[in-house]
């Protein structure tokens, strides 16, 4: 990817200033709005590698954009800022399809790292390479097409929640650790602090467990991380 492009949609300029400059000394093309209709008339004529979108906009609320810009692509990295401190925003803005959130006030470094670590995985991803149909209780997994039939019906994935479940089941019973699947899945070193993690594993829970209070196939290990097991009555053990 030569000069990648960033679709930055953030309405306080003082913020939007300082990562536009620090963005562009990274080498990074930026095109800048400050509104949720402006974000939405730059996405659809033209191509962007990654948007970067707030979610408090003065005409829209930010969850509602990210929805729009993934119902039209489904791998196209997007990351959410917030001001609001409650869990429940991100928790929304990663069901409306975000792959991660940063909370403000956030360090620049931080933030660069992020846009990074995002770009890369998204040029990583081959989803030619991962065909195979995986099946587990009621669910059948297509990741090439990230889509999936579950005892709830059928659900189309994001690329975060295909990655994740490749590595899931690349490992298929073994304890997988939170650094583990911060580095495979989200490119982040072992040390990141980041809830993501936990609020995607609920999000798997949700989709593919019958009951997703007491999951079979996506278990919590006790101070170690998760494991998937396919087939929980064959000798998997829940702990
Ligand atoms: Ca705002």
Redesign the pocket.
Known sequence: MNRPHLLLV???SNIAQALLFNLELEGYRVTHVTTGAAALERFAGERCDLVIL?????DSHGIDICRQIRRQDKRLPILILT?LSEEQHRVDGLDAGADDYLTKPFSLGEFLLRIKGMLRRSQWYRPESRAEIISFGANRVNLAELSADTAHGPITLTELEGRMLAAFFAAEGEVLSRSHLLEQVWGLTADTETRTLDNFVVRLRKHFEADPATPRHFQTVRGRGYRFVREPDSGGKAD
């Open positions: 953030e309405d306080e707030d979610l408090m906009l003065p001001a």
